[in-house]
């Protein structure tokens, strides 16, 4: 069975200084998708990130980027610059390509990240 | 461009009791999916609609149940209400087509049983 781990419970930044949230997951699938979400205090889970398993190149947007290993199975979501709107739970989240038709994704137990000004 | 829509955003049920959520997808999408998030978890995927039908189910038992409307609206029903069915709620939508795995979720509904 798929899974996937976040071993930070909380984590915090100074404004303007850069953060990596860890993520790890296990799966015998070779095509897949990755994600980050964030979800507010305000509950709407919104997209931050997203990486395909069959391209090598790590995704980013904007101050958002991922180190992508598909050996170690590990997918961290790097925040540069940090601003006090980051500040929420992320969330990392797996399909497997044969399933993300069904929008069955696979979430972790969460992040949550704090700002200080 | 309207997102996803959920309601109620908040209720509360007694255990035994029967409760009902509504979805509305994201406009030009025509699938859903119900997420269970239960106080800071990650949310569990209960199941997804398409054309009308259950297309996916997750680890949940019979006393969850859906439904998907001919306008792509859907509902979420569970039954029989325990004090562990307490949880966030989502629903997100997506274009069943679509085979890049993204979902556009709602705010979800808050449901509180004593």
């Known amino acids: 069975a798929q899974t996937v781990t976040q071993s930070q419970p909380e984590m915090s930044v100074q404004e303007a200084e850069t953060v990596t949230l860890s993520c790890t997951y296990d799966t015998s699938e070779s095509d897949y998708y990755l994600f980050w979400y964030k979800q507010p205090p305000s509950r709407q889970m919104i997209l931050v990130i997203r990486q395909e398993a069959y391209k090598q190149q790590n995704a980013t947007e904007n101050r958002f980027s991922v180190n992508f290993q598909k050996a170690a199975k590990s997918f961290s979501l790097k925040i540069s610059d940090s601003q006090l709107g980051d500040a929420a739970m992320y969330f990392c989240a797996y399909t497997a390509s044969s399933s993300s038709n069904t929008g069955k994704l696979i979430f972790g137990q969460g992040t949550t990240l704090q700002v200080k000004p | 461009d309207a997102g996803v829509t959920q309601s109620p955003t908040h209720l509360i049920k007694t255990r035994g009791q029967q409760v009902t959520l509504r979805c509305s997808p994201k406009?030009?999408?025509?699938?859903v999916s119900w997420y269970q998030q239960a106080l800071g978890q990650g949310p569990q995927f209960i199941f997804q609609y398409y054309e009308e039908e259950e297309r996916q189910r997750g680890n949940f038992p019979d006393r969850f149940s859906g439904h998907q409307f001919p306008n792509y609206s859907s509902e979420l029903n569970v039954n029989a209400l325990l004090l562990g069915d307490s949880a966030l709620y989502l629903c997100?939508?997506?274009?069943?087509?679509?085979?890049?795995?993204?979902?556009?979720f709602g705010e979800g509904s808050r449901l509180t049983v004593l």
């Open positions: 406009s030009g999408h025509d699938t």
């Open positions: 997100a939508s997506s274009l069943g087509v679509s085979d890049t795995g993204e979902l556009f």
